[in-house]
């Protein structure tokens, strides 16, 4: 299970021009505001990144709302991990449980899982935080990370298990987020 000192959320490319065109769209915006009001409640960090920010726009408003002073890291690769200051901001935050979101699932989300499974990271994925063109290319993602032991989660799933107990002092600020 997945605890707040040692976990970190990776936003994957949740840019205007991608986001837009995603099967369903408003239920990732969704889940995902939810996440990271959450995720900032239990004061968990959060990376995110950009793929190609010049052609495919910036980040959605409603991220950048909730993270407003967070710099997203700017990359080529499909892969997170194949952007050199990725690897060393996630290293910097001495964290090993990274809580994996974004777009595209079949394309960045997937190469990014599979290559911080191999560098030693625990990694879960959080279905209703990620998104393709058709559901057919998330499904197949999803599967194919699932049979190479990521754990797939979902935004209540994840923060109930950082949050532990419902005593404590955070739990009616997460379940008000949730609802």
Not at 29 to 41: Q, Y
Not at 50 to 68: C, H, R, Y
Not at 122 to 132: T, Y
Request: charged share 25%.
């Amino acid at each position: 299970m997945f605890d707040i000192e040692n976990a970190v959320l990776v936003i994957v490319d949740v840019q205007e021009k991608l986001t837009n065109v995603m099967h369903e769209s408003q239920n990732i915006r969704r889940e995902l505001s939810k996440l990271i009001k959450g995720i900032s409640v239990l004061e968990v960090p959060v990376v995110l990144t950009e793929q190609n920010p010049k052609g495919l726009g910036p980040t959605i408003a409603e991220i950048k709302t909730l993270l407003p002073n967070l710099e997203p890291i700017y990359k080529m690769a499909f892969s997170c991990l194949g952007e050199e200051i990725f690897p060393k901001r996630l290293e910097a935050l001495g964290r090993k449980q990274v809580i994996l979101t974004g777009i595209e699932t079949h394309v960045c989300v997937y190469q990014t899982a599979m290559d911080l499974v191999d560098a030693g990271y625990n990694v879960q994925v959080v279905a209703d935080c990620v998104s393709s063109r058709t559901p057919v290319n998330k499904q197949l993602a999803l599967d194919k990370m699932k049979k190479a032991g990521i754990d797939i989660t979902s935004t209540e799933i994840i923060l109930f298990e950082l949050l532990k107990t419902a005593d404590s002092p955070k739990f009616k600020q997460i379940a008000g987020i949730i609802k």
